[in-house]
T-cell receptor
Framework: NAGVMQNPRHLVRRRGQEARLRCSPM?????VYWYRQLPEEGLKFMVY????????ESGMPKERFSAEFPKEGPSILRIQQVVRGDSAAYFC??????????????FGPGTRLTVL | GDSVTQMEGPVTLSEEAFLTINCTYT??????LFWYVQYPGEGLQLLLK?????DKGSNKGFEATYRKETTSFHLEKGSVQVSDSAVYFC????????????FGTGTRLTVIP
């Protein structure tokens, strides 16, 4: 059973360009989470999605950031008009349908975004 | 709100030394508690977990006990190895509301031969 897959592993963009980060959850997992890790910091929650639904986006910046998890295909985190402050590692995690409110998430290897 | 406070690093130990990394939490419900490990250049891997008070999670010689009375989940290992060098993150998932994880800031452990 393949783990959570993310691509690309490394992404370089110039200021003002768009960045698209992809995440394929583990087989059988219907819940996807995106986290951002700034240098020397812990992970910060961004958004929680199920198929075709955004469940919680309380950690997403109000502008330029969006996420989707379509019925078919990977989850996409999209950052428009990137700025240097967007440089970070973006991690995706997935989990199976929740049982009893307890959550175990499985993480992908991350996408390291560098904005020049 | 929910939060995790983790012992600041970095921590440097000699091989076979005893390890403790402190973690305390604040949560509104009945959280599950986790320790994740991040090796250089990689994503996070679940190291161990505990889902209710007094549970002890253990894996690869590491263990942590869910202490509700002190709201703590300290990570311990009796004898560390060079291969344990990594960043360790304490995290919680609250049973109330959304199920995202709240992470501590991480503790970098370096084990020297």
């Amino acid at each position: 059973n393949a783990g959570v897959m993310q691509n690309p592993r490394h992404l370089v963009r110039r200021r003002g360009q768009e960045a698209r980060l992809r995440c394929s959850p583990m087989k059988g997992h219907s819940h996807v989470y995106w986290y951002r890790q700034l240098p020397e910091e812990g992970l910060k929650f961004m958004v929680y999605l199920q198929k075709e639904n955004i469940i919680d986006e309380s950690g997403m910046p109000k502008e330029r950031f969006s996420a989707e998890f379509p019925k078919e295909g990977p989850s996409i985190l999209r950052i428009q008009q990137v700025v240097r402050g967007d440089s970070a590692a973006y991690f995706c995690a997935s989990s199976p349908p929740l049982a009893g409110g307890h959550n175990e998430q499985f993480f992908g290897p991350g996408t390291r975004l560098t904005v020049l | 709100g929910d939060s995790v406070t983790q012992m600041e690093g970095p921590v440097t130990l000699s091989e076979e030394a005893f390890l403790t990394i402190n973690c305390t939490y604040t949560a509104t419900g009945y959280p599950s508690l986790f320790w994740y490990v991040q090796y250089p250049g990689e994503g996070l891997q679940l190291l161990l977990k505990a889902t209710k008070a007094d549970d002890k999670g253990s894996n690869k010689g590491f263990e942590a006990t869910y202490r509700k009375e002190t709201t703590s989940f300290h990570l311990e290992k009796g004898s560390v190895q060079v291969s344990d060098s990594a960043v360790y993150f304490c995290a919680l998932s609250d049973s109330v509301g959304a199920n995202n994880l709240f992470f501590g800031t991480g503790t970098r452990l370096t084990v020297i031969p």
